[in-house]
Structure formats: C-alpha cells, structure tokens
C-alpha cells in the first residue's frame, strides 16, 4: 500500500508536494505555517487542503497498523493464506479490513461458538457441501456428553455455526452493504406514548416520513437521531430483501434438494445477524457523515464569525440584558480597556427606568461612548427600547448594535475571566465580553470553547472530541490569518498562535510585564522555553506596532528579511514610503511581482508576490476589507412590518436549511434555502456567510409565534 502515491492521486497533487507536506508534518512544523513560509516546498497547498491531507494521511497510517496487526494476528492462528492476504492488501478502508478480520476475532460465547464446542463443525460443512442426506448424517453427532440429544439439536447447532459462516463472509458482505447503503429506506413514525413528551411537536414531519437513505441531508438525520434519542420517533430501516437474498443463494446453495435447509439458513443469518449488523453500521455512519458536517457548517460559520471588522478606534458600552437582577453595564476604551461598570434595573419588577436614563447618560458623556453594544439574550429586545430611547436625549451622536452573548457567561465564570479581572464581579464580566467583541470579535472570541459560540447546528449531537478539534483548527486558522498583536495580545489569543503552547504565552506575558513593550521580533528569543524552533513558528504571526524594523508589523517573515530589503534597495523603496502608502512606492512593488524579480532575488514566486503584498501596505488589518456592522438609533417592531417591506440585516447562523438574519426583531429571520437566490442553491454556504450584510424582504409573518420569513430573491 503506497500511502504517497494514493494522497497523490486523491488530492491531485505531484508527488514531490505530497513528500514535502509529508515531511513538514512529520518534522512538527504547524498548519498554518507550513501554509504561509512553505508555499514552495507544497506548491502553494491552501490551509484547508493542508488540514484535509493531514487528516487523511493519519487515517492511511493508521489502516497500514491495522492491516499489520490482523495478518500478525491471523497468522499466529495458523489460518492466513494468500488469499487473505490479497483481501487485506486491497483494502481500502477500516470497514474492510475488520470485514475480513471478523471471522478470526475472539468472540464472546454464541449461538455458532457453543455449536462449534458440541463438535458440530464438520456437521455444517456437510451441510454447506449438499453432498449426502446431512439428516441420516446427523445421527453421528448425536453425543449426549456433549448435550447433543437429538439429530434435530445437532442439526440446528450445524445451522448456527453456518449462519455465522455467511454473516462473517466478507465475500458476500460487500455487496450486501453495497445495496443496504444505496437502497436503504429509513422510515420513521410516532412513538407509542411519544405525543405526551414535551418536545414531541418538534419533531411533527417525521411523524410519517420515509426517505432514502443516501439522500438523506445531514440536518434531517440528526433530527431523527435526536427524535428517536428523546423517545419521540421510532425509526425503521426498509431494505432490498429479494435482492440481498439472492446474492447469499448464489454462493451458498448447490442443488434444489439442497435449497431445503440453507434457504430457512440464509433467511436466520441475514435476518439475526447480518443486516442488523449492517443497518447498525449504516446509523452510525450516517450520523457520523452528519455530525461530520455539522462541524463543519460550524466550522465555517465561526471562521466568519472570528475574521468579522473590528470596530476601530470606539468607545463601547457594554450591557448584557436580564429581567430581576438587573443589567449589567460595563465600558471599555478602544483597546478594550475597562473604565467604568454599573448595575441599573430598568425591567420589572423595579422598573428604575428614570434611574436607567441618568446613570447611562452620565458614563455616555464621562466616558464619550460611541457605540452601545446589547447582548442579545434574555431582556434584550426589552433593553433595546429602553436604549434606543436613552440615546435620544445624548449630546453625543451614539449608536447601538445588537451583539451575540453567546458564550459570555461561561467566558465570566472562567479561570482566564477570573484573571483577567479577579476584583470584579462575575456577571459584570459578561458585558466586558460583549463589549470587547465589538472592538475585536477575534481576540474576545478566542477566550472562550469554540463549542459554546452559538453558530452551529446540532452542536450537542455530535463527537465532542471530533468537534473541539476541528473548531480549534479554525480558530487557529483565523488568528494566524489575522496576526496578532504581540504588545496587547491575551494569552488566550497568543495561545492559538502557531508553534506557541499556553505555557509559552503565559512566559511571553510575564516578559512583557517584566521587560516593558517588545521592541522588535527578535526579542522573542529572551523569553523563557521560546528557542529557535517555536520562533521559527510563531515569529511571523507576531506583529509590533511602530518598530524600529518596519518589517516587524507585518506578516513577511524574520528568515525573509534580507530578501526584502534587498527588493526595497533594488526598487529604491524606503521604510518610510511604505509607512506613508506612498503610490509610488506602491506602483513600483506591483511590477515587481515578477519571475524575473524572483530569480535576480533568488526567491520562489508565491513568497515574492507575499512580501510584495505585505510592504504595499504595511501592518494592514485583512479584515478591514470585510462586511462592517450596522449600527442602529431606533427600534424596530414586529408591527412594523409587513408583506414586501424591504431591509438590510445581518446573517447571524448558517445552516444547511438556510440562513437566520438579524433584522432588529428579538428572533432573527429565516432565509429559507429556497428563498437564497432566484438560482438553484445546494449549499447556503456558496450564497452567505455569517457576518454578511444582505438586503431581505419580507415574505411571511407568524405574529404569535413571533416569527418572520425572508427572502433574498431579487
């Protein structure tokens, strides 16, 4: 099995790409490093082709142990031969390979095994050859010692074990799991008593609902894994009988005579062990393909999340909304320093909205509060009115915007909560969360499990493990996509960068704290456990602001310096006309994006064009270029709303059903999939992205429900 030579062929890669990824991967060198600072040595492999080639080349590893490990095992029992060892060799998946392991397992005792101990082996290859009257046979295994009493005890026992021969028969159970897999129809109903749970009503479509298997998305999938988890529905699976049966005959019975007996055989072994097998292993891996995208819906919902515009150079007030025990308020200056905090009570029961009004206006005006930022849990849509009421009577032109809370809570009650504030109380935190992830949506996210952001669906049903995983490496993409601030970065934020462990970044702060601002990259190499490996990781996604080495804000990295600064020369480009965006300046690094600049330089293309990119505007923000927020100054009602009543709003959540649009209104809007575009959509991730601002108009409205759907055709 030639690993190389299948990642080749299954990502389309030349084989020298697949040899250096494997050995940068194997070396320790992170993702995204080997994505930006190896762009040569993988011909430009993207991060996200990087995590799938990572992953696939674990699972390749692994099946090439396992295949090991089952010869081993089959030939210590004395049972391997060449055809076995073919059969394993063309494996290509797990599934496979435990397929012809199966047989030569140790099993816990069964029906089969039992027969096997009363000496019934050699009954049941009679049986399986048709040759002879196997019940005239029969009597020669009768053996009362053996609790063998009868012919009919022998026969059946002979019937068990052959049972279990064609259930482990990996010949036939190949293109028995082909036609379970492409054939399959999964039925569902209500449960008996399943009307009397509460969440019964949820789950109403699939009351009588039947759906192929394979065409089943993953969203309906995991409703009813959830549904038959809570004892709501009852699930069935509806198989090709005539078919399946036919594929087992044509192997197993010679004669019509010997149709008698195999054929109630046959019938015992797909029925009692077989196709539950199967129809087990189909579940499981529909949920997993499922749960598989789920992750990666959220995945992709929380990169657009993470990478939305920070809010530059605001003031922001943040309030995290609640009913009794009031609202807490917190302000936070444009680094997202803490400088004022309250607690007003403007909801019942005390209703202290003359007292709200005062306390507001007066941290508005001490603190010049540009922007107010609303959680949008509960009592949010009721804060909002009392705020969009306050702002009104400001001398200072304030504006509000409705923010995601999620995760705020478990930020608060955190030990990197605690540390960061450990004299202010818990539920105060909370609003610097929400403040703070107005400033940076990154840096505030990053200090919370990504699993708890709310942008996901089916989140709780699916592996944890699986899941923390994969969104870590989104997190890790975003921050190194970004760069991070070395002077004020958290050590959740430093934590995530390439080649940096939490022990490191704690290490990083102290020195900050001992040591004063960093001066240049190069100082990274005083701080204690940074030696050369992790600097040659980490060093590029650090940025200084205002060094000495203009370089030092960017994201060219330390081992291409030389390299710059002898493009800046050649060009006659200076450290100070890049600072100042000088057009010429400019002018003169875009022709340069040539293969002729790169040979003079020595230097591969792709890192040429990406020192070019960097020193055309040096210490750029990427995200600047993405969709800003929209800012409020008054409320929106359900009652003002109608059918064709047009409006921008900002997508919250993705999911494969469409997409929720925060229009103002305490629930956001659903855009159906259907409703995306005047074009055929398969996947709503190809039309929007959390974060986007979009023009919808309104096409429904359940005002009991309080619930408005939306269209985005034009």
Known sequence: ?????M????????IEQVQSATELIDEGKTIPFIARYRKEQTGEMSDEVLRD???RLKY????CDRKETVVKSIDEQGKLTQEIEKALESAMTMVEVEDIYEPYKKKRKTRASLAVEKGLEALALIIIGGNGDHETRATEFVNEDLLVNSEKEALDGASDIIAQMIADDFEIKKPVRDIVNRESLIETSLKKDGDKKETALTYSMYYEFSELAKNMPAHRILAIDRGEKEDVLKVKIIHSQEKIESIVRRKYIQTKNHEQIMASIIEDALKRLMLPSLER???????????ERAISVFGKNLSNLLMQSPLHEKVVLGWDPAFRTGCKIAVVDQTGKLLDTATVYPAKPQEQIEETRKTILSM???NKVDVIAIGNGTASRESEKIVADIIKDSSRDVKYIIVSEAGASIYSASKLGTEEF???NVSIRGAVSIARRLIDPLAELVKIDPEHIGVGQYQHDVNQGRLKEALNAVVESSVNNVGVDLNTASVALLSHVSGISASIAKNIIEYREEAGRFKSRKELLKVKRLGNGAFEQCAGFLRIKDAKEVLDNTSVHPESYIKAKQLMQELGVSSEELLASSKDAVSKLEEAANREMAQKLDLGLPTLKDIISELKKPGRDIREALNAVILKSDILDLDDLSIGTTMQGTVRNVVDFGAFVDIGLKNDGLVHISELSNSYVKDPMSVVAVGDIVDVRVIGIDRERNKVKLSMKK
């Open 60 to 63: 390749l590893r692994n099946l």
């Open 7 to 14: 990642l080749r062929d299954e990502f389309k890669l030349r």
């Open 364 to 366: 508005i005006e001490k």
């Open 1 to 5: 099995m030639n690993i190389n030579n």
């Open 281 to 291: 292993e189909l579940r499981s891996e529909m949920s997993e393909k499922a749960g």
């Open 53 to 55: 080639f990572f992953d």
């Open 422 to 424: 450990p004299d202010l």
